[in-house]
């Protein structure tokens, strides 16, 4: 899983306060599409009415045709491979090429595999370019295999490089002006093997110059294709801390990257699944979430670029031991601050960890800053087996709306492995942490065929479901989410990739009557790619005060 930076924020405004931070700043603005000349299918004029938008599946028509596929790994393992092999299919947007229109980079997890680059052709439609372009070879045997990809321009030449995390050798491609990538992971010093599920770039010291945080979840001593026993699952399903190591990777600035995790104090060995960083206490440096499966949260605090504090337990964030599987940030209630969103498991009948919706708590902030979860009270906690997870305003209202991905492994229907699943559980640590005792699959199913959630804000503090009437009812096993203009008419489009199923592609219309405006912001003193800028917007009728959001 993982955050892409998206360098074009869509928000409802009146009036605009600009940003601290220095940077090249562009403008657009203009009435929210917009149908773009398109048919609107059957029912969507109900949609629109109702809920202010619809959305269509259009990936063939746009030229995509892309199934991602699992990895195959030690014949020991081949008892539970579906649940094991269960992660990889992400994707992550880019404008690469910088002509204007976004781009879509998408994981492949098969040994032999390609990921695929489907560059934007302005005319609706994308090619894949990953082979031309040098990055569509890259699971090949004895160096891992894709579970995700974030974009970053770490020499601030003014093009987005891309980051690869995988199960096995992370890699890094310098983009050569938008014509090609180079491949530069040994140049760039990084860590030799990472059975990463999560990576994100920031600039924690603040030095212009973009870092890495890289997350493991298998120790990264294990090669799951040779394994040397089968003793590598969690110790515990509620505080395992037998993961893989997590890393703080340093930019030089000469094109290579220095390993300081130890310096700034970040030693955790939880299952990291996701992570995201954003200024949660207005100090003007990124903080940092991981979202851990088969425990806790992990909240670090940057203390001035110079080291990193867990404040989990004490912010309230970490305290419930849980399975956190993405993270979200987003401004929800229009208040100028960040809610946390991280989704879990919820089964009816079985198990209801359920989805946290994590809102800073009415008069704490900074080093007091206290967070309350209101998943149940604003209508986001259960969301099935959830995963990827983002927040954008999906009708141009002023509010923004959560699209979440869910469902585990969809094999046979009417056949269910949770009871096994639920005996393993309860088992001590020597049971639980050695797959060879983990009851066989046999084709069954766990947490399959799931409804998507597209929840809408009502503005006022509480959430709706919508998928269905504004046309989502895919019921893949949805891993990753994105949100982005994809056809520049002022409305977000959403890409969501599915484990072991095709990579999906909504295209938004959005009801006319409502303004929009985008930015696109690149760092001038600070970092090019302007990541961890933030947008305050402040309106309200008949230019008077009263709302305020911010975006990051």
Request: aromatic share 12%; net charge negative; proline share 3%.
């Given at each position: 899983?993982?955050?892409?930076?998206i360098?074009?924020?869509?928000?409802?405004?009146?009036f605009?306060?600009?940003?601290?931070?220095?940077?090249?700043?562009?403008?657009?603005?203009?009435?929210?599409?917009?149908?773009?000349?398109?048919?609107?299918?059957k029912?969507s004029?109900?949609?629109?009415?109702?809920?202010?938008?619809?959305?269509?599946?259009?990936?063939?028509?746009?030229?995509?045709?892309?199934?991602?596929?699992?990895?195959?790994?030690?014949?020991?393992?081949?008892?539970?491979m579906?649940?094991?092999?269960?992660?990889?299919?992400?994707?992550?947007?880019?404008?690469?090429?910088?002509?204007?229109?976004?781009?879509?980079?998408?994981?492949?997890?098969?040994?032999?595999?390609?990921?695929?680059?489907?560059?934007n052709?302005?005319?609706?439609?994308?090619?894949?370019?990953?082979?031309?372009?040098g990055v569509?070879?890259?699971?090949?045997?004895?160096?891992?295999?894709s579970?995700?990809a974030?974009?970053?321009?770490?020499?601030?030449?003014?093009?987005?490089?891309l980051?690869?995390?995988?199960?096995?050798?992370?890699?890094?491609?310098?983009?050569d002006?938008?014509?090609s990538?180079?491949?530069?992971?040994?140049?760039?010093?990084?860590?030799?093997?990472?059975?990463?599920n999560?990576a994100?770039?920031?600039?924690?010291d603040?030095?212009?110059?973009?870092?890495?945080?890289?997350g493991?979840?298998?120790?990264?001593d294990?090669?799951?294709?040779q394994?040397?026993?089968?003793?590598?699952m969690?110790?515990?399903?509620?505080?395992?801390?037998?993961?893989?190591r997590?890393?703080?990777?340093?930019?030089?600035?000469?094109?290579?990257?220095?390993?300081?995790?130890?310096?700034?104090?970040?030693?955790?060995?939880?299952?990291?699944?996701?992570?995201?960083?954003?200024?949660?206490?207005?100090?003007?440096?990124p903080?940092?979430?991981?979202?851990?499966?088969?425990?806790?949260?992990?909240?670090?605090?940057n203390d001035g670029?110079?080291?990193?504090?867990?404040?989990g337990?004490?912010?309230g964030?970490?305290?419930?031991?849980?399975?956190g599987?993405?993270?979200a940030?987003?401004?929800?209630?229009?208040?100028?601050?960040?809610?946390?969103?991280?989704?879990?498991?919820?089964e009816?009948?079985?198990?209801?960890q359920?989805?946290?919706?994590?809102?800073?708590?009415?008069?704490?902030?900074?080093?007091?800053?206290?967070?309350d979860?209101?998943?149940?009270?604003?209508?986001?906690?259960?969301?099935?087996?959830s995963?990827?997870?983002?927040?954008?305003?999906l009708?141009?209202?002023?509010?923004?709306?959560?699209?979440?991905?869910?469902?585990?492994v969809?094999?046979?229907?009417?056949?269910?492995?949770?009871y096994?699943?639920?005996?393993i559980?309860?088992g001590?640590s020597?049971?639980?942490?050695?797959?060879?005792?983990?009851?066989?699959?046999?084709?069954?199913?766990?947490?399959?065929?799931?409804?998507?959630?597209?929840?809408v804000?009502?503005?006022a503090?509480?959430?709706?479901?919508?998928?269905?009437?504004?046309?989502?009812?895919?019921?893949?096993d949805?891993?990753?989410v994105?949100?982005?203009?994809?056809?520049?008419?002022?409305?977000?489009?959403?890409?969501?990739?599915?484990?072991?199923?095709?990579?999906?592609v909504?295209?938004?219309?959005?009801?006319?009557?409502?303004?929009?405006i985008?930015?696109?912001?690149?760092?001038?003193?600070?970092?090019r790619?302007?990541?961890g800028?933030?947008?305050?917007?402040?309106?309200?009728?008949?230019?008077?005060?009263?709302?305020?959001?911010?975006?990051?």
């Amino acid at each position: 899983m993982q955050k892409s930076f998206i360098p074009r924020a869509l928000l409802i405004v009146f009036f605009v306060a600009l940003l601290a931070t220095p940077l090249a700043l562009k403008r657009w603005h203009g009435r929210g599409d917009t149908r773009g000349g398109s048919q609107v299918l059957k029912g969507s004029d109900v949609a629109l009415q109702r809920y202010g938008f619809h959305l269509q599946e259009v990936s063939k028509s746009a030229g995509i045709d892309f199934t991602h596929t699992a990895p195959t790994l030690d014949a020991r393992l081949a008892h539970i491979m579906p649940q094991v092999a269960s992660m990889g299919a992400a994707v992550a947007v880019s404008d690469f090429d910088r002509d204007g229109w976004q781009d879509l980079y998408v994981t492949n997890s098969g040994e032999e595999s390609r990921n695929a680059l489907y560059r934007n052709r302005q005319d609706g439609t994308f090619a894949d370019v990953a082979a031309q372009m040098g990055v569509g070879e890259v699971n090949q045997p004895g160096t891992g295999v894709s579970m995700g990809a974030v974009w970053g321009d770490y020499d601030n030449d003014g093009f987005e490089d891309l980051f690869l995390y995988k199960w096995g050798r992370p890699e890094l491609f310098h983009n050569d002006a938008g014509r090609s990538f180079t491949r530069v992971t040994e140049r760039a010093g990084l860590p030799a093997w990472v059975n990463a599920n999560t990576a994100i770039w920031f600039d924690y010291d603040r030095d212009g110059r973009l870092d890495i945080f890289l997350g493991g979840y298998y120790p990264e001593d294990v090669n799951l294709w040779q394994l040397k026993t089968t003793k590598i699952m969690p110790e515990s399903f509620e505080y395992a801390q037998n993961g893989g190591r997590k890393y703080i990777l340093r930019g030089r600035g000469d094109g290579s990257f220095e390993d300081v995790t130890a310096r700034v104090g970040l030693d955790s060995h939880r299952w990291a699944l996701a992570s995201a960083a954003a200024d949660l206490r207005g100090t003007g440096y990124p903080d940092l979430f991981i979202a851990n499966d088969y425990g806790v949260a992990e909240l670090f605090v940057n203390d001035g670029g110079k080291s990193f504090r867990n404040v989990g337990e004490q912010t309230g964030v970490g305290f419930a031991p849980k399975s956190g599987m993405n993270v979200a940030f987003g401004d929800i209630l229009n208040q100028g601050k960040f809610a946390i969103y991280i989704s879990n498991i919820s089964e009816e009948g079985v198990l209801i960890q359920g989805n946290n919706l994590w809102v800073p708590r009415e008069g704490t902030a900074g080093d007091g800053l206290k967070y309350d979860n209101l998943a149940r009270d604003m209508g986001v906690e259960l969301g099935g087996w959830s995963w990827g997870a983002q927040f954008g305003d999906l009708n141009n209202d002023g509010a923004l709306d959560l699209y979440l991905a869910n469902g585990y492994v969809s094999l046979e229907k009417g056949a269910n492995y949770w009871y096994d699943y639920s005996k393993i559980a309860g088992g001590n640590s020597s049971i639980i942490s050695d797959a060879a005792n983990w009851p066989p699959m046999n084709g069954r199913s766990l947490s399959g065929y799931q409804h998507k959630r597209v929840w809408v804000n009502d503005g006022a503090g509480k959430f709706n479901d919508v998928a269905q009437a504004v046309g989502v009812s895919d019921t893949s096993d949805g891993r990753s989410v994105v949100l982005a203009d994809l056809w520049n008419r002022g409305v977000l489009d959403v890409v969501v990739a599915n484990q072991r199923g095709p990579l999906l592609v909504y295209k938004n219309t959005a009801a006319p009557e409502n303004g929009w405006i985008g930015f696109e912001l690149e760092g001038a003193e600070s970092n090019r790619s302007a990541v961890g800028a933030q947008v305050r917007v402040y309106w309200g009728e008949g230019g008077g005060g009263g709302r305020e959001q911010v975006q990051e």
